[in-house]
């Protein structure tokens, strides 16, 4: 039996970690869990699967958590400090799927202590990919992609090393507005970047997808996972959402990682690699789907992966600003502080004003310390971002 430690709970790849193990309940022992703020979801979990320690991000939520799980015998905490505990319990796998940054000294912990890793929070690689595979080579600690997309790339690679690859693609479903115009997506409302067509995300991934941000930075994550040079990466728009990526050989020849649009699917492989086991997800009926379509994605109407792709050229801190201000910029939308189109105006802006200070920081606090002062300029400038003119 392997036991799990599942940071990020009750979010959504939380909960479908959780649906597997219920599938294997002789295979898997959660020993741990963190949430953010969701006390009551965060007991439910660990009086369900009778874990031993729980923790809360939100140090104020300490006395309600502890309250919760009253007589039964399971270890609290809150804040940082305890979420970073949680992802140090022992245990043969770690869940990293804490949003934001408030996942990366938590993750950075478990890759220091040599832990393996299944990765699904963004900003560690984002904001500080070259020094968190740095570590994980130093620790000896196995970091297995938990994205889709990534963990598609993980499959279809297989052994085969950097150096025999001619390409890597990603796959994006396009969103919602794959096929609107510049102007009404500049436009759109909270309701229409929330809706969309294929797969069921929190709301900031959610926002991310229907700008093509997460895509761009999917590619970012991608340079440091596998070790490609950034004009090797590749994203082609793919609304089935069924290829979810693709790498090209140098011999010519091409691997996809195929499956239905599931989030089970990935989790259940980084559960069991290198082996294999039920995930739950329905089987892929390429018959049923008849066709699958491929389109150059178009960097006018979603600049945010132009963006992306310069902040990854750039290097240095550019990648960890591009992050930083694309997150102030999604919630201010989502809490109706600036439209749609602001977002990727927000983030050019911010990558502009820090390019003349452009550097590669040495530790990882100096890294968050770049994340926090992107933040507070960031604050405020996405209510009056001008709109890109007209073409």
Known sequence: MKSLVILGATGSIGTSTLDIVRIHPDRYRISAVAAGSDVAGLAAVAREFRVDFAAVGDASLGPALAEALAGTGIASGAGE????????????????AIVGTAGVRPTYAAVA?????????????????????????????????????????????????????????????????????????????????????????????????????????????????????????????????IVHGLVSFVDGSVTAGMA????????????????????????????????????????????ALRLARAALADGGIMPTVLNAANEIAVASFLEGRCTFG????????????????????????????????VRRETVGHERSAAPYPAH
């Open 81 to 96: 400090a305890a979420v970073i505990e949680a992802a140090l319990h022992p245990s043969d796998l770690v869940i990293a």
């Open 113 to 241: 202590a040599g832990r393996r890793i299944a990765l699904a929070n963004k900003e560690c690689l984002v904001c500080a990919g070259a020094e968190f595979m740095r570590k994980a080579r130093e620790t000896g600690a196995e970091v297995l992609p938990l994205d889709s997309e990534h963990n598609a790339i993980f499959q279809a690679l297989g052994r085969h090393t950097a150096a025999e690859i001619d390409r890597m693609t990603l796959t994006a479903s396009g969103g919602p507005f794959r096929t609107w115009d510049a102007a009404r997506i500049d436009a759109a409302t909270r309701a229409e970047a929330l809706a969309h067509p294929n797969w069921s995300m929190g709301a900031k991934v959610t926002i991310d997808s229907a700008s093509m941000m997460n895509k761009g930075l999917e590619l970012i994550e991608a340079h440091h996972l596998f070790g490609v040079a950034a004009d090797r990466l590749d994203v082609l728009v793919h609304p089935q959402s």
């Open 260 to 303: 239905v649009p599931d989030m089970r699917v990935p989790i259940a492989h980084c559960l069991s690699h290198p082996e294999r086991i039920r995930s739950g997800a329905r089987t892929l009926d390429l018959a049923a789907i008849s066709r699958l379509d491929f389109l150059e994605p178009d960097p006018v109407r979603f600049p």
């Open 342 to 373: 602001s977002i990727p105006r927000t983030v050019e802006a911010m990558l502009e004003r820090f390019a003349r200070s452009n550097s590669k920081p040495a530790h990882l606090d100096d890294w968050l310390e770049v994340d926090r002062s």
